[in-house]
């Protein structure tokens, strides 16, 4: 399975990268300054998932200083909790890849993997990520 360019790279692109190139995979990373317009997109990258009505897996990675507008964070849990079923049926998984133990110990924590409607796990590289994803795709 082939990963998107902008996935683990030390050069800072700022906003949300997304790709569903490499479907039933949809890669996404935050970093730098989002926007509410990126969160949008984001959005409805999400919701063309879903459309497809295929089991899927999310790829998300955090760069370094992302600075996530308030109001994009509100967009992003009214959707996960209007959307919470049709996700948790077609959505196998959600693999957030860690930049450090403290990272992956926040995303870890019980509050954060009940926010959403299928499993999270959490790994500390791309190569553990697309592992993940081969597991999540074979439950299925």
Known sequence: ???PPFI???QQYHGIQI????WPVLWVRFSGNVTLHQVEEWLVSMDQALQRGEPYVIVMENGALLDFPLEG???QVLWFKANREAVASQCRGIVRIARDQIQADKLLRPQVQAAFPCPMKVV???EQALTMVDDLLAQG
Request: overall charge neutral; aromatic content about 6%.
């Open 19 to 22: 790709s569903d190139e490499y």
């Open 8 to 10: 683990s790279l030390t």
């Open 73 to 75: 964070k509100k967009q």
């Open 1 to 3: 399975m082939s990963v």
């Open 124 to 126: 500390m590289s791309v």
